[in-house]
């Protein structure tokens, strides 16, 4: 089962873009890269995820080197409301069926 | 179309006692997990289920049972809490069904938690 490796804690000042590491050096070749954040202790909420290709949506992009063992999450013009744990997550595969496994996350801070 | 609702939002129950925590979601999603989380810690996967009357182990499954007897709902269940068992649990579910065949539309949908307290 590939893991991913994050750093605990990242600060960022308000409007400049925030970058988020992730480490899946074990990824293999079918299994995707989610990004999820929790803001409180809500229920997570989906951001963004991609294969092989670096990917862009409303929210964020999504940036996957290309040996795939690492991604990063871009949030260009961080506001206070992005203050969250970020999740990056590798969903696998066993036996047809997938599963998504959370690591400890990101806690960032956005600074006014 | 409420998403993923979780029953009950808090809960405090004393060591020993039973209880069962309701997820339902109206999506049509074959897929819907049981996590938990502790405080300053990642979601732990407890078990999921890849459709109605499936169910699979995850990460943590000990102390914990499940049934998903119709697709909607997941119902995951302590018969002997412990204080171990101390924490916020999440539901999620995924995927639409196969009779409309496998979209790209495949993100964890989650609930708004329940906070259980074992004392």
């Known amino acids: 089962d590939a893991k991913t490796t994050q750093p605990p804690s990242m600060d960022c000042a308000e409007g400049r873009a925030a970058n988020l590491p992730c480490n899946h050096s074990?990824?293999?070749?079918?299994?995707?890269v989610y990004w999820y954040r929790q803001i409180h202790s809500q229920g997570p909420q989906y951001i963004i995820h991609g294969l092989k290709n670096n990917e862009t949506n409303e929210m964020a992009s999504l940036i996957i080197t290309e040996d795939r063992k690492s991604s990063t999450l871009i949030l260009p013009h961080a506001t206070l409301r992005d203050t969250a744990v970020y999740y990056c997550i590798v969903r696998f595969s066993t036996s047809g069926t997938y599963k998504y496994i959370f690591g400890t996350g990101t806690r960032l801070k956005v600074l006014a | 179309n409420a998403g993923v609702t979780q029953t009950p939002k808090f809960r405090v129950l004393k060591t020993g006692q039973s209880m069962t925590l309701l997820c339902a979601q109206d999506?049509?999603?074959?897929?819907m997990y049981w996590y938990r989380q502790d405080p300053g810690m990642g979601l732990r996967l407890i078990h999921y289920?890849?459709?109605?009357?499936?169910?699979a182990k995850g990460e943590v499954p000990d102390g914990y049972n499940v049934s998903r007897l119709k697709k909607q709902n997941f119902l995951l269940g302590l018969e002997s809490a412990a204080p171990s068992q101390t924490s916020v649990y999440f539901c999620a579910s995924s995927f639409p069904t196969r009779d409309r065949g496998w979209q790209a539309n495949e993100k964890l949908f989650f609930g708004s938690g329940t906070q259980l307290s074992v004392l």
């Open positions: 074990t990824i293999s070749g079918n299994e995707y």
């Open positions: 999506m049509n999603h074959e897929y």
């Open positions: 289920s890849v459709g109605e009357g499936t169910t």
